[in-house]
């Protein structure tokens, strides 16, 4: 029991996943974690509380989403971000001896994880940079489509929030080029989008957050591995409890930046 708790709360896992770690029964986890009340695990929009939208495309390729996950980079030697990100609050306060110009999270910059998520498989792809411009958004989506043109998936459409990078020329002359119709989301409702603000959970529980890395370095270093894990191995409950990766045509190598 203390190993589903353990997983349970510093991972943030379901039963599926946690049954599978385990190989114990998912319905014996689920019975150990309403036991210790920690069966709920909230699956509401934290900006609108609003439920997500429940909707998938028929096919792999038909629509990918894309957006950007912000994250404070680790100082050398570790620091607080592996503990989570509400315990990184006070990082975000100026204090009388720590004016806000001087903030440890300005001084050490942010990491931009770049993600694109097929709708129909939920498979992942990522690329970690150091800004969210539209030169480099169109570069990860142009590295993405052939990624899964790879792999016997042709991208038809792409989702993406309002965000600047996104609703910019070069951006929809990267589309025409790709043959990618470019969708957006509804202003000011994230949750149209809400596969790919799911997923950025499960990569900070699961990478980002997951333990003390002495290092952005290390932690970079780290996603490949985590993304592999996600889209091969990773059992996903919309998807019959399938990792992403059976959804596809063909088997899916290591490659992510």
Not at 48 to 62: I, K, Q, W
Not at 182 to 207: C, S, V, Y
Request: hydrophobic letters at 35%.
């Amino acid at each position: 029991m203390k190993k589903i708790v353990h997983l349970r709360i510093k991972k943030r896992l379901g039963p599926v996943q946690i049954a599978g770690r385990l190989q114990m029964p998912a319905s014996t986890v689920h019975a150990v974690l309403v036991r210790c009340r920690l069966n709920r695990l909230s699956h509401v929009d934290v900006k609108t509380g609003e439920p997500a939208r429940r909707y998938e495309h028929d096919r792999p390729g038909s629509l990918i989403h894309v957006d950007v996950k912000k994250l404070g980079n680790i100082p050398d030697g570790g620091g607080w971000r592996f503990v989570g990100r509400q315990q990184g609050d006070w990082n975000r306060r100026a204090t009388p001896d720590k004016p806000r110009s001087r903030r440890r999270d300005v001084i050490l910059g942010h990491a931009f994880v770049h993600t694109v998520i097929d709708d129909h498989s939920r498979v992942a792809y990522a690329e970690i940079h150091d800004d969210e411009k539209a030169v480099t958004a169109i570069g990860v989506l142009q590295r993405a489509v052939s990624w899964f043109a790879d792999h016997g998936v042709t991208v038809e459409r792409v989702l993406s929030d309002n965000g600047s990078a996104y609703k910019s020329h070069a951006w929809r002359h990267a589309c025409a080029e790709l043959g990618v119709k470019p969708k957006f989301t509804r202003p000011r409702r994230p949750q149209t989008n809400g596969k790919i603000e799911r997923f950025h959970r499960t990569l900070a529980d699961g990478w980002a957050y997951s333990r003390h890395y002495r290092s952005e370095a290390a932690r970079r270093a780290a996603l490949p591995a985590w993304l592999h894990f996600y889209n091969q191995h990773r059992p996903h409950t919309a998807i019959g409890k399938l990792p992403p990766a059976s959804r596809l045509s063909s088997n899916l190598p290591g490659h992510y930046n």
